[in-house]
């Protein structure tokens, strides 16, 4: 069975691209993975990830040590919230609470 694409787009906070800060910030390597990874998705291949509470899935680059964490619109459209490193584990848990609390506003405001 073949994956089915996926559309991704980026959200934005208060105009704020929180997901672009990251990744412009980081270096030209890095930023050559994250699209390959992003490229990945976009065939509809997840990868390594792990589904977290309030409907974020966190996508893992291991190597790298980056995440990317993204909510679901439908099936086959995600938005990427923001990214993030594994570096301190205090850090990640940050990084998930602050894409946790993006997401369920984004949510809340669709539905005005």
């Known amino acids: 069975m073949e994956a089915r694409p996926i559309t991704v787009s980026e959200i934005k906070v208060n105009g704020k691209n929180l997901f672009r800060d990251w990744l412009t910030g980081l270096d030209k390597t890095l930023q050559v993975t994250v ?11 997840l990868g390594k990830h792990r589904n977290l509470a309030g409907g974020v899935t966190e996508l893992k680059m291991i190597r790298e040590g980056l995440r ?38 984004f949510k809340a405001s669709k539905m005005k």
């Not at 699209?35 to 291949?45: F, H, I, S």
């Not at 679901?72 to 923001?82: E, Q, R, S």
């Open 68 to 105: 990317i964490y993204m909510g679901w619109d439908n099936k086959t459209a995600v938005l990427l919230i923001l990214g993030g490193g594994k570096g301190r584990k205090a850090d990640q848990n940050e990084d998930i609470k602050l894409a946790q609390s993006i997401w369920t506003i």
């Open 35 to 45: 699209d390959k990874r992003l490229n990945q998705l976009r065939r509809g291949n």
